[in-house]
């Protein structure tokens, strides 16, 4: 059974810090999701890891992935309130077969001024 | 407009009554997915349909059932609903074109209220 796990679970930092929000899961996979849920509204994708190695930068976010450590790192540098939201790994289930994504249960940042 | 649509966006009944939700979709996806959302949880898929021929249980299917009654329309139903169904409810569809590189795309969601 997949199982993903995010770390921490919430998060207060000020504007101007950096942190990093960590996404480990416990069978193998080479597909990882990040996605960003605003307070009452949907999910929005931010970024998609399809192989070992992989980093994607948006803007003050930087997400990589490492299929050996069976890891993924969320990166925020210099945060920022507006970045202030729940985040979301998801990991594609298709590798044991199934499809869809297993979820960890989100990260939720507060970023005070 | 959205190209996932949920209806309805809120609902409230009591326990025991059967509840449709519905969701149709304008990206031209294959893949269609229900998925329910609990505070401190995370999402946990409930069911999910490659094509109008196949539906697929996924991680909490039990108390739950699926309709793929077109490319476009995935509807989920709680025959009978009890309280701890109370959640909010995501339809996401992904595409058929080598669906895995990219991101699956999430409805707005249906908040369901079970008393």
């Known amino acids: 059974e997949l199982k993903v796990e995010q770390n921490p679970l919430f998060l207060s930092m000020q504007e101007g810090k950096n942190y990093t929000i960590y996404c480990n899961y416990s069978?193998?996979?080479?597909?990882l999701y990040w996605y960003r849920q605003d307070p009452g509204k949907s999910l929005e994708s931010l970024f998609v890891?399809?192989?070992?190695?992989a980093v994607k930068q948006e803007g003050r976010l930087m997400a990589s992935l490492d299929t050996k450590a069976r890891l993924s790192t969320l990166h925020i540098t210099a945060a920022v309130h507006d970045l202030s939201a729940t985040y979301f790994c998801?990991?594609?289930?298709?590798?044991?077969?199934?499809?869809?994504?297993?979820f960890g249960k989100g990260t939720h940042l507060i970023i005070q001024p | 407009d959205a190209d996932v649509t949920q209806t309805p966006r809120n609902r409230i009944t009591k326990t025991g009554k059967r509840i449709m939700l519905e969701c149709s979709q304008t990206k031209g996806h294959d893949r269609m997915y229900w998925y329910r959302q609990d505070p401190g949880l995370g999402l946990r898929l409930i069911y999910y349909s490659f094509d109008v021929k196949d539906i697929n249980k996924g991680e909490i299917s039990d108390g739950y059932s699926v309709s793929r009654q077109a490319q476009a329309k995935f509807s989920l139903s709680l025959e009978s609903a009890i309280p701890n169904q109370t959640a909010l409810y995501f339809c996401?569809?992904?595409?058929?074109?080598?669906?895995?590189?990219?991101?699956?795309?999430f409805g707005d969601g249906t908040r369901l209220s079970i008393l």
């Open positions: 996401a569809t992904s595409g058929n074109q080598g669906p895995r590189n990219q991101p699956q795309h």
């Open positions: 998801a990991v594609d289930r298709s590798w044991g077969g199934a499809d869809g994504l297993t």
């Open positions: 890891l399809l192989s070992n190695g």
């Open positions: 069978t193998t996979s080479d597909r």
